[in-house]
């Protein structure tokens, strides 16, 4: 359990500089709501987050493989129990796939139950002549595009930490009540591979069955698979909520970010002298960071200092996200600066920040062949260096929406409009999800 009461030493991040930060109109008011989260109980435990960055150790070694997945930005609308349910089931189920694909354990992570906040290219939104401050994630102002709306209100930070209570509740009783077991969760895949657009996964599919059943039929004992360690994950932020989301661990004195078992720190935020990486420095948990196209050797060993000066393995996951026309070149010093300092990190593809463009009917979108290029792009870089690669870090949904161009069921310009449901970028449906499973999974195999 945390202290409670220990006065948290804080870590120096309010010292540094910190962007992408609101400017909320009442001070007051912001005190108030952190010092009243600063009495809640943690939305994550020690012990779990320990398990997590074990882990990621084994990732990073090629022991295991990483699926981190969920929206772009959640919403305080969508936090519904089916949401949540058909987000999980297409986790999971991607997670079967992987599984048989890699031969290995797939840690299973979502980019859900806090993931609330969102890092902006400008401040100010315009539209037909009106300009407004930008819409911030729902922990920070409303989307809808009023000047009210879009002011930023610390209160929201209490709703976002209750929402991710709730998602976390609900996740854990569908994991640990029997509703992830491998049995039931591979025959959802069935249905998967029952459409005709998805026939070349059939004999894949059967391959996974007949395991299925020797594994029956050997006598293993299914019950022991019932429960599953599903973890959640978000970016770090905003630095008042993690600030107040910090408890001191009473067995080993250990701070944690007790907000998620993995916070990661966005492309945007990733100065190594700079607040997110101070704040995320000071804490326990597991941590990413997102790195693009113009990151050199430098900043990653600058970024190795800070945050894993020791080289702890599973402390530190770096997430490429360099496009898939420049991942064949861009990766590979990076990948060779952090050989050559020797300290390990969990190598992990982002394919999707890389890959954002408008559509000619001017929808953010992105096209499913790029994405699956840039995670091949990866695993051929890695390959040829004699690294590891750990893990695909995806925006994802449950639903049906049609946002991403392209998959098996062929979504061209004219269907975005059908269902473009999404309040910041593009995510795979739940088909492009699994066709994107069953695509991984043949990479990992060769
Ligand atoms: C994101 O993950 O939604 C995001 C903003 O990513 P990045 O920091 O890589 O641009
Ligand atoms: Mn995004």
Same mark, same amino acid.
């Given at each position: ?7 948290? $030493? ?6 540094? $500089? ?23 109980? $943690? ?41 949540? !349910? ?56 409303? /989307? ?11 209160? !929201? ?68 698979? *019932? ?45 190594? !002298? ?51 026309? !420049? ?39 992105? *096209? ?24 695909? /870090? ?53």
């Amino acid at each position: 359990m945390y202290e409670t009461d220990a006065a948290t $030493p804080t870590p120096s991040w309010r010292e540094r $500089p910190a962007s992408q930060q609101p400017s909320y109109p009442d001070r007051g008011a912001l005190e108030a709501v952190t010092s009243d989260l600063r009495s809640r109980p $943690p939305l994550v435990f020690a012990g779990e987050v320990d398990s997590l960055r074990r882990a990621m150790a084994a990732a990073s070694e090629g022991r295991a493989f990483v699926l981190m997945g969920g929206d772009c930005a959640e919403s305080f609308q969508d936090n519904t129990a089916d949401n949540i !349910r058909l987000k999980l089931q297409t986790i999971l189920q991607m997670a079967a796939v992987l599984t048989y694909g890699a031969s290995t354990p797939v840690i299973k992570i979502g980019r859900m139950a806090g993931q609330y906040a969102k890092p902006r290219s400008t401040d100010t939104e315009t539209r037909e002549g009106v300009t407004l401050p930008s819409y911030r994630g729902d922990s920070v102002n409303d /989307h809808a595009f009023t000047a009210e709306a879009r002011v930023p209100d610390p209160q !929201r930070m209490l709703d976002a930490y209750l929402r991710a209570g709730t998602t976390l509740n609900l996740i854990r009783s569908f994991t640990m009540g029997g509703y992830a077991d491998l049995r039931e969760v591979h025959s959802w895949n069935r249905g998967f591979t029952d459409n005709p657009a998805y026939s070349r996964f059939e004999s894949f599919a059967g391959e996974i069955d007949r395991a299925m059943r020797f594994m029956e039929a050997a006598g293993v004992d299914f019950d022991a698979l *019932r429960q599953v360690d599903f973890y959640a994950a978000h970016e770090a932020l905003l630095l008042e909520y993690e600030d107040a989301m910090i408890r001191q661990d009473s067995r080993s004195g250990r701070l944690y970010d007790t907000s998620a078992h993995l916070l990661w720190i966005g492309e945007r935020t990733r100065g190594p !002298r700079d607040a997110h990486v101070a704040l995320l420095a000071g804490v326990h948990n597991p941590v990413g960071v997102k790195i693009g196209p113009s990151t050199t050797g430098d900043d990653v060993r600058a970024l190795m200092d800070e945050l894993n000066p020791d080289g702890d393995p599973g402390r530190l996951t770096l997430i490429t996200r360099m496009g898939s026309g !420049r991942i064949r070149e861009a990766l590979p010093p990076i990948v060779e600066a952090v050989k050559a300092d020797g300290r390990p990190v969990t190598w992990v593809t982002d394919p999707m920040h890389g890959n954002t463009i408008t559509s000619e009917n001017g929808y953010k979108t992105r *096209r499913f062949d790029t994405i699956l290029d840039e995670v091949r792009g990866f695993f051929e870089v890695h390959r040829a260096a004699g690294t590891v690669p750990g893990g695909i /870090h995806v925006e994802l949904t449950g639903d049906d929406v049609t946002e991403v161009l392209g998959g098996g069921e062929h979504i061209d310009e004219a269907a975005l409009e059908e269902r473009y449901e999404t309040l910041v970028d593009p995510r795979l449906n739940h088909q492009q999800s699994l066709e994107t499973a069953f695509e991984v999974a043949e990479m990992l195999r060769r």
